[in-house]
């Protein structure tokens, strides 16, 4: 079974550009998550997508990220102006059903950003 | 509101020892409680969880946490130490079924030859 596919690997981006992440998730999986981790903490989370609708946004900065699942399947998450302190890896995970036991969710290999 | 604290951001270990990760959890509701592990430059890999079933859990790659009410606890413990284990370990609890994790901070796991 593939896993949760994420590109790009790695983006270097100066200050106030703009940049996209792509995620694609487990075939099958109707929840998909952002998550943003910032060198020596754990992740946090961004949004949740239930299918194709916003479950949880109370951490994303909607000045300046949004995202989207438009048919339930892949997810983009968009920085617009981006700043320093949005350097971090950005995680996409996915997981079988809201509400299954435990919620387990599983990890692609995220997205290291550099804002110069 | 839920969080989880992870005590110490560093531990070291001799290969052959015992790996000893601790977690204290908040939650005002029964928590689900996972154990991740993240290898330089990938994503995070599920350990082990627990789901309000057994309170000792075993994992992959020999781990397994114990989780105690009373202390609420949730440490993950593996008998010997391999090289390989060498990597950042994450905390975290499920808000509701299905719901966002909140991670603890990590801890970075050094094997020592």
């Known amino acids: 079974e593939a896993g949760v596919a994420q590109s790009p690997r790695y983006k270097i981006i100066e200050k106030r550009q703009s940049v996209a992440f792509w995620c694609n998730p487990i075939s099958g999986h109707a929840t998909l998550y952002w998550y943003q981790q910032i060198l020596g903490q754990g992740p946090k989370l961004l949004i949740q997508f239930q299918n194709n609708g916003v479950v949880d946004d109370s951490q994303l900065p909607k000045d300046r990220f949004s995202a989207e699942r438009l048919k339930g399947v892949d997810s983009t998450l968009k920085i617009q102006p981006a700043k320093l302190e949005d350097s971090a890896v950005y995680l996409c995970?996915?997981?079988?059903?809201?509400?299954?036991?435990?919620?387990?969710?599983?990890f692609g290999p995220g997205t290291r950003l550099t804002v110069l | 509101a839920q969080s989880v604290t992870q005590l110490g951001s560093h531990v070291s270990v001799s290969e052959g020892a015992l790996v000893l990760l601790r977690c204290n959890y908040s939650?005002?509701?029964?928590?689900?409680l996972f154990w991740y592990v993240q290898y330089p430059n990938q994503g995070l890999q599920l350990l082990l969880k627990y789901t309000s079933a057994a309170t000792l859990v075993k994992g992959i790659n020999g781990f397994e946490a114990e989780f105690k009410k009373s202390e609420t606890s949730f440490h993950l413990t593996k008998p010997s130490a391999h090289m390989s284990d060498a990597a950042e370990y994450f905390c975290?609890?499920?808000?509701?079924?299905?719901?966002?994790?909140?991670f603890g901070q990590g801890t970075e796991l050094s094997v020592k030859p």
């Open positions: 995970a996915s997981s079988f059903l809201a509400g299954a036991t435990g919620g387990t969710q599983y």
């Open positions: 975290a609890v499920n808000v509701n079924q299905g719901g966002k994790l909140i």
């Open positions: 939650s005002s509701v029964p928590p689900y």
